[in-house]
T-cell receptor
Framework: ETGVTQSPTHLIKTRGQQVTLRCSSQ?????VSWYQQALGQGPQFIFQ???????GRGNFPPRFSGLQFPNYSSELNVNALELDDSALYLC?????????????FGSGTRLTVV | QKEVEQDPGPLSVPEGAIVSLNCTYS??????FMWYRQYSRKGPELLMY????GNKEDGRFTAQVDKSSKYISLFIRDSQPSDSATYLC?????????FGTGTSLTVIP
């Protein structure tokens, strides 16, 4: 299967709950990055995983955490959801050392916190 | 001040017009300069990228980078209704991409 796939496509959670979002990276890619895109804004970098280790993090609190699995798929976990966490969450995969052309974004998971 | 500034528009042009989209940035350490197109309910799709000052052309699209002024542009010639989307500029430093807010473009038939 080619391309980056994310699941679920949409979900609604209540404030204070926890959520897990999933990402399957493109075949041959070993690095996964997660971004948060609020409505009307550009994507904001959350963190990146390479070989199952976090190797870069943006300005997000610790309640945003992640995992990368041996098959290079990844999860984003958000605890204690807040209303401002409502956004499109994007996953991008790449191969380590790739240039700008090597990043592929998924279609995202739209999270609504009520 | 944001590291990447982009006019959010919206921008509306007639079919066939030349479109000019622009971003400014503050960090001279940025290594790559990209333009992404994002359709509604989709992830960003890479249109153009460059790592040096000057122009890069691909079909109807031309990307321009001026590192001395910290300014990048995307020009779309002979715009088509299918070009209607949000255009995001992005810059890369190390492992992280820094995006502009995006400019919403509508090309009217």
């Amino acid at each position: 299967e080619t391309g980056v796939t994310q699941s679920p496509t949409h979900l609604i959670k209540t404030r204070g709950q926890q959520v897990t979002l999933r990402c399957s990276s493109q075949s041959g890619h070993n690095t996964v990055s997660w971004y948060q895109q609020a409505l009307g804004q550009g994507p904001q970098f959350i963190f990146q995983y390479y070989r199952e280790e976090e190797n870069g993090r943006g300005n997000f609190p610790p309640r945003f955490s992640g995992l990368q699995f041996p098959n290079y798929s990844s999860e984003l976990n958000v605890n204690a959801l807040e209303l401002d966490d409502s956004a499109l969450y994007l996953c991008a995969s790449s191969s380590a050392g790739t240039g700008a052309s090597g990043y592929t974004f998924g279609s995202g998971t739209r999270l609504t916190v009520v | 001040q944001k590291e990447v500034e982009q006019d959010p528009g919206p921008l509306s042009v007639p079919e066939g017009a030349i479109v000019s989209l622009n971003c400014t940035y503050s960090n001279s350490a940025f290594q790559y300069f990209m333009w992404y197109r994002q359709y509604s309910r989709k992830g960003p799709e890479l249109l153009m990228y460059t790592y040096s000052s000057g122009n890069k052309e691909d079909g109807r699209f031309t990307a321009q980078v001026d590192k001395s002024s910290k300014y990048i542009s995307l020009f779309i010639r002979d715009s088509q209704p299918s070009d209607s989307a949000t255009y995001l500029c992005a810059m890369r430093m190390d492992n992280q991409f820094y995006f502009g807010t995006g400019t919403s473009l509508t090309v009217i038939p």
